[in-house]
């Protein structure tokens, strides 16, 4: 998903493309945007109110939701669950997700989607791709 365009942006990818969801919405996009050297930082600044931080933090919760809306309007799930170190240093991503997912998703239908944060820690999700690998593999 990291590598999704976001139709606003045009900052070049370490993949090679420009425009990717990583280079608005991953620890460093979000970090240089709010202007502070690290996660630590950046959840200082959001939970002082800092508007920069806020709004950086906003903004990357706007581009996931702008490139997972189509999936989420094609699968119709019931929770979508935000991965990684930045909802769980500023929670507020979590919230600010779901707004802007509402904003994303068609006007007037009753969306009723949980937005959570992963609670899976980096062996968990490894452990869970050799599962999935090894489940496929068979088929
Ligand atoms: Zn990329």
Redesign the pocket.
């Known amino acids: 998903m990291?590598?999704a365009r976001v139709p606003q942006s045009s900052r070049r990818?370490?993949?090679?493309?420009?425009?990717?969801?990583?280079?608005v919405a991953s620890i460093p996009a979000v970090c240089q945007a709010a202007g502070v050297d690290d996660l630590d930082a950046l959840a200082g600044s959001v939970a002082r109110g800092d508007k920069n931080a806020r709004g950086a933090l906003r903004q990357a919760a706007e581009s996931v939701a702008c490139v997972s809306a189509a999936a989420v309007l094609l699968m119709s799930p019931s929770r979508v669950v935000v991965g990684g170190e930045l909802p769980h240093a500023c929670p507020q991503i979590v919230t600010d997700l779901h707004d802007a997912l509402a904003e994303e998703l068609i006007p007037g239908v009753p969306w009723d989607i949980d937005v959570v944060p992963a609670i899976l820690d980096d062996e968990d999700r490894a452990m869970g791709a050799a599962i999935a690998a090894g489940t496929y593999s068979q088929g």
Do not use: A, F, Q, S
């Open positions: 990291g590598h990818c370490y993949c090679g493309k420009t425009g990717c969801l990583e280079t």
